[in-house]
Antibody, heavy 122, light 106 residues
Framework: EVQLVESGGGFVQPGGSLRLSCAAS????????MSWVRQAPGKGLEWVST????????YFADSVRGRFAISRDNSKNTLFLQMNNLSGEDTAIYYC???????????????WGQGTLVTVSS | IQMTQSPSSLSASIGDRVTLTCRAS??????LNWIQQRPAKAPKVLIY???NLQTGVPSRFSGSGSGTDFTLTISNLQPGDFATYYC?????????FGGGTKVEIK
């Protein structure tokens, strides 16, 4: 069974940094693109970033581009999100999600972690 | 691509049939997923590519549509179905989500 476990969330002051991790098990990690999706308190889902299986291609939402970096360590089945220059608008639960691509095109996020809460406040 | 869901919330009773709609701002062919999020839980995909049921999801859930207009129908509403439902397009990056429809107990 695929399991994704996020860690690294917490309380940080505006302008600060935080590094999130997502440990994967039950899956051949290197074969799959992985994404981060966040959810601000009481709000909807917002895609943040995606990295392909090999780690060579990365994609970011406009709201985080230039401040966040996504990476992965396939030898340790772990996904990371380095978040810099944080602001209150980044306060959210951050979920990691495994991507699944279809032969006919398109994709979905077929497995999600339970999330880790990031709170940015002075 | 912008995704718009309607209604933003609805009230229904156990056993009811409800229909949720999602509209894309441009043609996304069939690349539309439906995601359920129960309170304080992680999201879970129900339907992928507009009409394909994810493994393990009850057949009470069905999806249809293509192009810009899509629907999620839940038949015989059960207690565990009271949740927020999001549509998500994966035709292009960013894979945008709709604002969600909250299904509440009447």
């Amino acid at each position: 069974e695929v399991q994704l476990v996020e860690s690294g969330g917490g309380f940080v002051q505006p302008g600060g940094s935080l590094r999130l991790s997502c440990a994967a098990s039950g899956v051949t990690f290197r074969n799959y693109a992985m994404s981060w999706v966040r959810q601000a308190p009481g709000k909807g889902l917002e895609w943040v970033s995606t990295i392909n299986g090999g780690g060579g291609n990365t994609y970011f939402a406009d709201s985080v581009r230039g401040r966040f970096a996504i990476s992965r360590d396939n030898s340790k089945n772990t996904l990371f999100l380095q978040m810099n220059n944080l602001s209150g608008e980044d306060t959210a639960i951050y979920y990691c999600a495994k991507e699944r691509f279809f032969d006919s095109g398109g994709r979905d996020f077929d497995f999600w972690g339970q999330g880790t809460l990031v709170t940015v406040s002075s | 691509i912008q995704m718009t869901q309607s209604p933003s919330s609805l009230s229904a009773s156990i056993g009811d049939r409800v229909t949720l709609t999602c509209r894309a701002s441009q043609n996304i062919t069939k690349y539309l997923n439906w995601i359920q999020q129960r309170p304080a839980k992680a999201p879970k995909v129900l339907i992928y590519a507009a009409s394909n049921l994810q493994t393990g999801v009850p057949s009470r859930f069905s999806g249809s549509g293509s192009g810009t207009d899509f629907t999620l129908t839940i038949s015989n509403l059960q207690p565990g179905d009271f949740a927020t439902y999001y549509c998500q397009q994966t035709y292009s990056t960013p894979p945008a989500f709709g604002g969600g429809t909250k299904v509440e107990i009447k």
